[in-house]
């Protein structure tokens, strides 16, 4: 059967590659972001591998406007299926130098955002009895790090208002279901254009990996809701874990390191086109697609994806996962 798939943050990164595998499906995808150029290119992408694609460019924190897109999307395609919230930004710095209006607007775009595209979705799934909301969270909604306080904040609100909403309508017995898939560090063009107050360029802490491993995992979220939360990467099952089990630990590691870990040798100029206020392909940019800058240093698969994928068969060797995933966290930790 063709799914009708809304995709929020579609014109780049972790939205831009699930837009195109939802393409090599035959899926019809309303691509929702600001950027009018990132979203011509996700509308060719989704195309030329064989799907059907509307943009509607909105600012998911108006949401008047997330309305408006699932409207059109709607007369376009038929009911949608699937709805996905990805879109996020973010600001690289110490809490007290982000100004008051700089993290209200990260909070109402990567959490607000997701609130607004959940309540459209639930609005137009309810009254059918079907449909499956997926968010797309972070590992960093479990353990917070240092420079990231308003996206991290916004990733621990995802969560907890998602379990919130999964238990009414498990009350409900709704056939309507939600699930969130916690992502490690992807190589998106985020760090190209975040607002930070860095003196050298934002990078994703290692272990990176591509968006399309973040893509398949979102996707096979989508096809088996039924479970509260799916993990990509080894470093989100490290840092999950280990967080449960040592968090005053990494308090104190990542104190000592997390400045560090997050920006390359490269200096940056403090002006630099930022999309906090307005996506910067507006600015005279270009298309960014769903790649960031770090191809050399980013992984194609996940072996811990596969994990995910098989939990029920893997519930006999429980213990021996989480042993192996607190010897993982060490590495991890002593790696970085």
């Known amino acids: 059967m063709t799914q009708t798939v809304v995709i929020t943050g579609a014109s780049a990164g972790i939205g831009r590659a699930t837009a195109q595998l939802y393409g090599r499906r035959g899926a019809r995808v309303g691509l929702v972001a600001r950027g009018q150029t990132g979203l011509d290119g996700a509308v ?17 924190a108006d949401y008047d406007q997330v309305k408006e ?53 639930l609005d137009l799934m309810k009254p059918r009895d079907r449909g499956t909301i997926v968010q797309v969270g972070s590992a960093l909604g479990d353990r917070s790090i240092p420079l990231q306080s308003a996206y991290c904040g916004a990733k621990h609100a995802i969560n ?15 056939n309507v279901h939600i699930t969130v898939v916690q992502m490690p560090a992807v ?14 360029h934002p990078q994703p802490v290692p272990p990176i990996y591509q968006p399309e491993v973040a893509a398949r995992g979102v996707a096979f979220a989508a ?37 560090g870990s997050q920006q390359t040798d490269e200096a940056v100029e403090p002006d630099r086109p ?5 996506p910067v392909d507006g600015q005279g ?10 191809d050399d240093k980013a992984h194609h698969s996940s072996p811990e994806l596969w994990v995910s994928h098989h939990a029920r068969a893997m519930t006999a060797v429980g213990c021996a996962v989480i042993g192996g995933a607190g010897v993982l966290a060490g590495k991890v930790l002593a790696r970085r």
């Open 187 to 200: 190589n998106t063009p985020q760090f190209s254009w975040v607002l930070s107050r860095l003196p050298n």
């Open 69 to 121: 897109a699932s409207r059109r999307i709607e007369d376009a395609f038929g009911p949608i299926d699937v709805w996905i919230n990805v879109a996020f930004t973010s600001v690289f710095a110490p809490f007290w130098e982000i100004t008051a209006e700089e993290f209200k607007r990260v909070t109402e775009v990567s959490y607000l955002g997701f609130v607004y595209g959940t309540r459209v979705a």
């Open 285 to 294: 940019g270009h298309d960014h697609g769903s790649h960031g800058e770090f």
């Open 44 to 60: 060719r992408d989704v195309e030329r591998a064989g799907g059907t694609a509307l943009a509607v460019p909105t600012d998911v």
């Open 223 to 259: 096809d088996h809701p039924g479970r509260k939360q799916y993990w990509v990467g080894a470093s989100t099952a490290a840092t999950i874990l280990a967080n449960k089990f040592a968090a005053p630990l990494l308090d104190r590691y990542l104190a000592r390191t997390g400045f």
């Open 274 to 278: 930022d999309n906090l206020w307005e």
């Open 160 to 174: 907890g208002f998602t379990s919130s909403l999964r238990t009414e309508l498990m009350h409900e017995k709704s």
